[in-house]
């Protein structure tokens, strides 16, 4: 394990060199050395405003070059114009480019005539650059020929149910998942890992299926259960417990991009959150305890104002959430679109269609007509100015409170309003100015009391149709004002082949919904597979489950997800059933102890030898601690809580897109602005600072040892099993025990503060004594961080026992499954 954790770091600092920019990519790289996240970078943000703001005056079709400098290849920016390169990949304060769109210099700005780029887009262009500025294009070669391209790629191929290989070591085989496993492991003369104890085995499963650590108690009844379906009992409970919808829901929050607010906002009056993007947080965890089939639940999160089902149930109105709680993008309709263009295909099909919104798509089948296709279908629609409400209102005096001030609100908006017209005829922009600043204070009001009032109804954040729904024309490298061949609003020829129905129903979102789910369409239920999968085991089939695509890797088992895909379909779409196949398998109940000569064979673990072990998100490890310490309420819905102080589980926690909080950060937080099916990880000082500083920690610490029934235990040796069981959910060995008592005994007879709390029983588990002293070194003196990171003056003394807990609490083994 010293070897593998001296890896992980590793890896994890030099990812973080890569991010900051201090390892540079070498500035002659080739799109293929570049990696595909870079490159997904550079379609998704560079291109478009290279398109948008740049080609006129700096491409091979512009009327006139501009200064002799080209923008529409690689080799034409590294080349430069008649000032030189325009940029120094590595180096953005030495980049033209980038001095250009600062508007640092007055003799040198771009795009000219004060049209400015957004601060977000120049961030963009900086962190490219700063990157090593990966770029695909290479001029003068034109766009692909998609008649027979990557043709034969496996997952164009339509699903089809493989037979359950025949395998020799077929008495380790609990269900067929098992076979397929096998069968892989026996091409490479591998075996699968003994199957791991009942302990560690009941809270493999609780933390997959609900986020939390199974109790004392539940411990101990599945040990003393000696039925042949022991195990099948406990994942019956766990899947049946509310719980599990709040720990999948946020799987899927991550997919679908969910925050509480909007991002970059270009109105001057409009306030930044979503008050109501709660709503469709709650249908998510309810989608997925009612475990709603996967096929409805996304027609519903595409087109629910178009399905019967929500006529009857208007709280399903919420599900289109799905398309709206996007970035803003300072309100460009096009940017917003491709948002919503890149959430349905990545999230739902595993596609990067988004890179087809200047060009056919470099890597796939997706021609550049297939991107206007789709986006004639949300250029069809629009959000409705007040959302519609969704639950019922109740007469009761709290809801008058609510209507009266928020009538109040209303009423000084309408003012305001009128009071902005007449000052934009007497032209007077100062005065505007002024009047801005209220109109926009308003706005904070209103959302604030949305937000806030206990009273004030849910509303959906919803899509509609227009009107007179129309196809899209053809943006011509993507620039919306050079405009080709209007293209019909249909599906993905690559999905659907090259003769396929145009969508007509309105806006062609629920002729979409039936596409994607049609039991044809190769991808919808292995994209899926992957996921849930990915989730169980720590990596999915496909290691990027947002891309399926021909860049993407092969399958560790394609026979395998594509069984796991049929019986899916057959039964239904139900996950919890795939949930459950999966957890009586043989390949998930096994062991995770190392074998150095299969980590020589298959040293990343693709054909599951052993199980993976995995590090928890922060959303189960802060939920873990307010169980512990038996301070978790487990209320479920309802509005955002403010801060994480809260002890309502994470899943409820208000996301600012723009200011996340660090400690989100510091523990990897999936990023709010796009799809995200896999959450990266990386290895940062400020994980380990806030399991020895941050008060969530302490105070459960302290919680937990102020328990009645730790305090009515008899003896010191009794005490630390309690602890481990509390916090391990396990009994603690023999050693352990001796060092716990060891621990206890060399505190300091005198309480001291939280701030030099003691760290790390890991170490003492390998024979070394804890160290003591360690100072709050990322805050001020005399201050600790909230768990939220704000400031408290808190000082509260630990006892002997309490540091004991808190040293526990900051063992690998707390924040690790294996």
């Known amino acids: 394990m010293k070897a593998e954790t001296v890896c992980l770091v590793i890896r994890g600092i030099f990812k973080l060199m890569c991010i900051a920019g201090i390892v540079l990519m070498n500035p002659a790289a080739s799109a293929a050395e570049s990696t595909k996240a870079q490159l997904d970078f550079f379609e998704s943000k560079i291109r478009p405003v290279l ?16 200064g002799g400098l080209l923008l529409d290849s690689r080799d034409a920016v590294l080349k430069g114009g008649e000032s030189g390169p325009a940029i120094v990949p590595g180096n953005p304060d030495q980049s033209l480019l980038i001095k250009a769109v600062r508007y640092t210099d007055p003799d040198l700005q771009m795009p000219p005539k ?11 262009l900086t962190t490219w650059v700063k990157m090593g500025a990966p770029d695909p294009r290479i001029a003068g070669v034109g766009q692909k020929d998609w008649k027979d391209p990557n043709a034969k790629h496996w997952a164009w191929q339509p699903v089809k149910k493989p037979a359950a290989p025949t395998v020799a070591n077929a008495s380790w085989c609990q269900t067929p998942v098992d076979n397929f496993i096998v069968a892989k492991l026996d091409e490479r003369g591998l075996k699968p890992s003994a199957l791991a104890d009942k302990r560690t085995l009941i809270r493999r499963a609780s933390f997959d299926l609900i986020g939390l650590p199974p109790t004392p108690e539940e411990v101990e ?20 417990s509310p719980q599990y919808g709040e720990r999948w829901g946020r799987h899927w929050l991550d997919t679908a991009r969910y925050a509480d607010t909007k991002g970059e906002v270009k109105r001057q009056r409009e306030d930044p959150n979503y008050p109501f993007a709660w709503t469709y947080r709650d249908y998510v965890i309810r989608s997925f305890n009612e475990d709603k089939p996967y096929n409805v639940f996304i027609a519903e999160q595409l087109a ?11 709280s399903n109105l919420a599900a289109l959430g799905f398309l709206t709680i996007g970035e803003r993008f300072q309100g460009m309709p096009n940017d917003i679109i491709n948002d919503r263009i890149d959430v349905v295909t990545k999230g739902l099909l595993g596609l990067t269609v988004t890179c087809a919104r200047c060009h056919d798509h470099k890597f796939d089948p997706v021609p550049q007509k297939d991107y206007y296709s789709l986006h004639g279908i949300f250029a069809s629609c629009r959000e409705p100015a007040i959302e519609p409400v969704i639950s019922k209102i109740p007469a009761t005096e709290e809801y008058q409170d609510y209507y009266t001030k928020r009538m109040a609100l209303q009423k000084e908006e309408q003012e305001l309003d009128a009071k902005f017209l007449e000052l934009r005829r007497k032209r007077d922009p100062m005065a505007v100015k002024e009047l801005l600043k209220d109109l926009r204070q308003n706005a904070g009001k209103t959302a604030q009391l949305e937000m806030s009032h206990p009273a004030a109804p849910a509303r959906a954040m919803v899509l509609q149709d227009i009107p007179r729904p129309h196809d899209s024309p053809l943006f011509i490298r993507g620039e919306a004002d050079n405009r080709g061949p209007i293209v019909p609003r249909r599906f993905l020829e690559v999905l659907s082949g090259p003769v396929r129905p145009e969508f007509k129903t309105g806006s062609g979102r629920a002729e979409l919904a039936a596409a994607i789910t049609s039991k044809n369409n190769p991808l919808t239920a292995r994209v899926m597979i992957n996921r849930i999968w990915l989730h169980h085991f720590g990596e999915g089939f496909v290691s990027t489950p947002d891309d399926l695509g021909t860049m993407a890797e092969t399958p560790s088992h394609p026979e395998l997800i594509d069984y796991l895909a049929s019986r899916f379909m057959d039964e239904g779409w139900s996950i919890k059933k795939i949930h459950k196949l999966i957890m009586m398998s043989s390949v998930y109940q096994q062991g995770s ?24 998100e922060y959303e189960p490890v802060r939920d873990s601690l307010l169980a512990i310490g038996g301070t978790l309420d487990k209320t479920m819905y309802g509005r955002p809580t403010r801060d994480f102080e809260s002890p309502r589980r994470s899943v409820y926690g208000f996301i600012d897109r723009q200011n996340p909080a660090d400690v989100l950060v510091n523990f990897d937080f999936a990023n709010p602005d796009v799809t995200n099916g896999k959450r990266y990880q990386t290895t940062v000082p400020q994980q380990s600072l806030f399991f020895m500083n941050s ?8 919680n937990l040892v102020s328990r009645k029934d730790f305090a009515n235990i008899s003896t010191d040796e009794e005490r630390v099993s309690f602890l481990y069981s509390m916090i391990y959910q396990r009994k603690p060995s023999v050693e352990e025990i001796a060092l716990g008592l060891d621990f206890v005994s060399q505190q300091p007879s005198q309480q001291r ?31 600790l961080r909230r768990a939220g990171g704000q400031p408290t003056n808190s000082r509260a003394p630990l006892n002997a026992w309490q540091e004991y807990a808190h040293a526990l609490f900051q063992g690998n083994e707390f924040s690790f499954v294996n």
Not at 114 to 124: E, F, H, I, T, Y
Not at 304 to 314: E, G, H, Q
Not at 695 to 702: C, D, N, T
Not at 763 to 783: D, W
């Open 695 to 702: 008060p969530l920690v302490v105070e459960s610490a302290k």
């Open 51 to 66: 398109a948008d703001n740049c080609y006129k005056c700096h491409s091979t079709k512009a009327e006139k070059v501009k």
């Open 304 to 314: 629910a104002d178009k399905l019967p089902s929500s006529s009857l149930n208007r």
């Open 593 to 616: 102890a190392n074998n150095p000569r299969y980590a020589l064979v298959d040293p990343n673990n693709r054909l599951l030898w052993r199980m993976n072990v995995r590090r928890l």
């Open 753 to 783: 503060v939280a701030s030099t709390a003691a760290t790390g029983v890991g170490n003492a588990r390998k024979g070394l004594k804890p160290v003591q002293g360690m100072n709050a070194l990322a805050n001020r003196p005399g201050q």
């Open 221 to 240: 009844a599945f040990v003393n259960d000696t039925s042949s379906n022991a195990f099948e009992k406990v994942i019956n409970r766990l899947l049946a």
């Open 114 to 124: 004060g049209n400015k780029l957004s601060d977000q887009q120049v961030a963009d």
